[in-house]
Every structure is written in structure tokens, then in C-alpha cells.
């Protein structure tokens, strides 16, 4: 279940398109097909895992720093609202996120969830499941992340959401077909790296991930791409550096660079592969200057105008 669309505030410069942004363009074209954004305002996972809670303000923290951002006339971007979440019930919370998922896939809509912990992961890809999107057809999952978040526990957690999809995914007859993107060495066990290896995971270190290795990193993603037919995204805010993003639940002790994480947003968001994205783990308790809530705005903008430029060039 869903609430509605929260009210959006932002600067102002005047009347016309010229002057178009986040806040003014927020469901201004009903029935459009476009980007869609899900509100999912829980931190259950990140406690049960141990983390620092706070990430169930994330949604309305990159809402905020979202609503002054510029956006070109033929971008559409709806608001769905918030998934309601309800004291430690992260399991109804999941399914109803995946309710509201699966109805903007129906809908012809390119949903973008705004975590929430990491535990927003396996209710995102419970709604790509249920769409019907995937069926006969190959999904990759990519995840930008210090940490393969592959773990065995007895309830789900933001440490589990992978390793419960790829349990989805064999009930489904699929591969899992998985890959991270800046996983941090020390913040991993080897038991870990050897759940990793045993589930086919393909990875690149937050060290191989610097800008110098940018190109590498490119394609790195266009080879995972190529191997699949439906691409979710899912993007972890503690794969930055700390400075650029302290407010985590757990902060990166190296981190990939903002610029060599907005390429690959930029690469990913023009491919028509996307179905899916999400961005977690924005704590708002312990960001500074607002600055971890600027960069993941940025990052749901960057995607935004890709995946709006690649549907003009198709002529959508």
C-alpha cells in the first residue's frame, strides 16, 4: 500500500519550460510514460543487520535535494509515493513495495525506488518477478556497493536482499546473473568472497574502481549488459567515498568516485535494457551540508535524463 505523492517544494525562476524543474515537473504529464519514483521509508533492515538507523528518512531527504534540480521539457517524472512501512514488518513491507512496483511496470513506467536500507533491493526485484517482464527472459542484476550483501540469516536484512533474489531467481528457473561494482576488501568476510565465487558473482574492487580506471570500469558494464536481456539496477550510497557521502549506514573507507559512479549511472540509465533502479542507504541523520542527499538526487537525475534521451532517440 501506498500513500500519495508527497507535496514538492524548489526554486522558482519563472513561468514556461525554459524554466522547467524537479518540483514543477512532478507528475504534470498523467498517463505519460516516463520515470516513476517509489518512496520506501524503511530502515527495519539496516537495524536487524546492525547499521546505524535513520535510512527510513532517505526517500523525503533526496525528494527535497531533487526538487531545485533543472529538467528538460521532454523528460516526464511521476511521483507514486510512499510505501507504507509499519514497525518490524519488513516482509509486508517488502510486498507491498512490490505491489507498487509491479503496477508501475504495468503502467509503461521506469520505476525508481528511493530507499530506505538496502532491504529495498529484494522488495524491487519482487515486483520486476511478479510484472511478468521477466518472463523468458534474462535478468542481470547490478549493483553499485561496498559490499556484496550475499548474507545467510534467519530474517531477511539490508545484508541479505541478494542472496534472497537469487533464491528467486532459481524458483523461477533463471540464472542468477549478478555483478558489484565497488566492493570493499576489508568490509567483506572470505566467507563472503567464496558465497560470491559459488553464485557465479562477478565484481570489481573499489581499488580497480578509481578514475584512472574509469574506461575499465565502462566496460566492465557493457560486457555485463550484453549478457542479459532485463537490467535492474541497484545503488548503495556507501559505495562513495566518505567525504562525499558520510550520510550511510556504513561509511566507505575508500569509496568509487561521484564521477566514475555517474558515468556508469549515465551508461546504464541510456541503455533500453533498464527496467528498474533504486537508490539506498541515505541516512540523513549523519550527512553533512546535505551532501550525501545532493549526490544521490544526482544520481536518480542523471538516469532520468538518460533513459528521457535514449526514449527521444527511439521516438518514444
Known sequence: MSTSAPEWTGRTDGPGPEHRRWHSA??????????????FPSDIGVRRNGG??????GPGAIRAAL????????????????V???????????????????AQLGAGNLPFVLGGGHETAYG???????????????LGVLNLDAHFDLRQAERATSGTPFRQIAAGEAERGADFTYAVIGISQPSNTGALFATAAELGVRHLLDLDCQERHVENVVEFVRAFIAGVDALYLSIDLDVLPAAQAPGVSAPSTLG??????????????????????????LNPTYDIDN???????RLV??????????SVLEGR
Do not use: W
Open 26 to 39: 512532478i507528475n504534470e504529464s498523467p498517463g505519460a510514460a516516463g520515470v516513476s519514483l517509489i518512496g
Open 52 to 57: 546505524r538507523p535513520g535510512a527510513q528518512a
Open 67 to 82: 526538487g531545485s534540480f533543472a529538467i528538460q521539457p521532454e523528460v516526464v517524472v511521476h511521483d507514486a509515493g510512499d
Open 84 to 102: 507504507a512501512v509499519a514497525g518490524d514488518a519488513l516482509e509486508a513491507a517488502q510486498d507491498g513495495l512490490a505491489e507498487a512496483v509491479a
Open 124 to 138: 524491487s526485484y519482487l515486483g520486476l518477478a511478479r510484472s511478468g517482464l521477466l518472463d523468458g527472459r534474462r
Open 256 to 281: 568509487v568516485p561521484a564521477g566514475v559512479v555517474i558515468e556508469v549511472c549515465r551508461l546504464v540509465g541510456s541503455d533500453p535494457k533498464l527496467v528498474l533502479a533504486d537508490v539506498t542507504e
Open 291 to 297: 551532501r550525501t542527499a545532493r549526490i544521490a538526487a
Open 301 to 310: 537525475h542523471t538516469i532520468a535524463m538518460s533513459a528521457a534521451d535514449r
